[in-house]
């Protein structure tokens, strides 16, 4: 079991290895180094086994549907679920590209209303226009105010025009992405101040002075 990856368990020996991994009060104090290992493989264990457990509930609702739909259903069935992955050559090609089905609905709804305003206003996808390259200060500055504004109580932006509602949140994935793109664009003018040389030492000693004054645990 120990040559296979954890995808390729079984169900029992997955069910082996969990147990096995679970920790007892009993069992010796681990060091920061075995703790560390010991966290992330039991992590990936656990995410396993709900991963399975999701693809069991996702069959159970495709069985009541395809009860329904008899003979002209094209759905999959239980008993192919488990060899599919290793039958089909596209899983594992596709499992080596960027795993965009971990996007969320909300923030890519929102990221689009706020995209789709911002279009009417400027010309669309106008930081990738060469001859006007946009400052990177002007899309930090404005996370900053409607980071500001969060903090402050304000959920929603009262700037936007747009049908429903928008939060700041989204205003900041909207920048963020424009940032990014325009980056890879060769269109993002980085006009960051000079950080002082200082800055990291004065950051540790920051960092030591609350240290030294937080109260000692009883």
Same mark, same amino acid.
């Given at each position: 079991?120990?040559?296979k990856?954890?995808?390729?368990?079984t169900d029992? +020996?997955?069910?082996?290895a969990? @147990?096995?991994?679970?920790? &007892?009060?009993?069992?010796p104090?681990m !060091?920061?180094?075995g703790?560390?290992?010991?966290?992330?493989?039991?992590?990936?264990l656990?995410r396993?086994r709900?991963?399975?457990q999701?693809i069991v509930?996702?069959?159970?609702?495709r069985e009541d549907?395809?009860?329904?739909?008899?003979?002209h259903?094209?759905?999959?069935k239980?008993?192919?679920?488990?060899d599919?992955?290793s039958a089909n050559?596209?899983f594992?090609f596709?499992?080596?590209k960027?795993p965009?089905?971990?996007?969320?609905?909300?923030?890519?709804?929102?990221?689009?209303?706020?995209?789709?305003e911002? +279009?009417k206003?400027?010309?669309? @996808?106008n930081?990738?226009? &060469?001859?006007?390259?946009?400052?990177? !200060?002007t899309?930090?500055?404005a996370?900053l105010?409607?980071?500001?504004?969060?903090w402050?109580?304000?959920?929603?932006?009262?700037?936007?025009?747009?049908p429903?509602k928008?939060?700041h949140w989204?205003?900041?994935m909207s920048?963020n992405?424009?940032?990014?793109?325009a980056?890879?664009?060769?269109t993002?003018?980085?006009d960051?101040?000079?950080?002082?040389t200082?800055?990291?030492?004065?950051?540790?000693?920051?960092?030591k002075?609350?240290?030294?004054d937080?109260?000692?645990?009883?």
């Amino acid at each position: 079991m120990t040559d296979k990856t954890i995808q390729q368990f079984t169900d029992e +020996e997955l069910a082996t290895a969990i @147990a096995s991994a679970t920790r &007892k009060p009993s069992d010796p104090v681990m !060091s920061d180094d075995g703790f560390a290992k010991w966290s992330q493989r039991y992590s990936d264990l656990i995410r396993e086994r709900d991963r399975r457990q999701r693809i069991v509930d996702n069959v159970g609702k495709r069985e009541d549907l395809m009860e329904e739909m008899g003979e002209h259903s094209t759905m999959l069935k239980p008993e192919d679920v488990q060899d599919i992955v290793s039958a089909n050559p596209k899983f594992k090609f596709g499992a080596s590209k960027p795993p965009l089905h971990h996007l969320l609905n909300p923030a890519c709804i929102e990221m689009a209303m706020s995209m789709a305003e911002g +279009e009417k206003k400027y010309t669309p @996808a106008n930081w990738r226009i &060469k001859t006007q390259p946009v400052l990177l !200060s002007t899309y930090m500055a404005a996370n900053l105010r409607h980071q500001l504004a969060i903090w402050s109580g304000q959920i929603y932006d009262p700037d936007y025009k747009g049908p429903g509602k928008l939060t700041h949140w989204a205003r900041m994935m909207s920048n963020n992405m424009i940032m990014l793109d325009a980056f890879h664009n060769g269109t993002l003018i980085d006009d960051r101040p000079t950080l002082p040389t200082y800055w990291e030492d004065l950051m540790k000693s920051f960092i030591k002075e609350m240290e030294d004054d937080r109260p000692e645990a009883d």
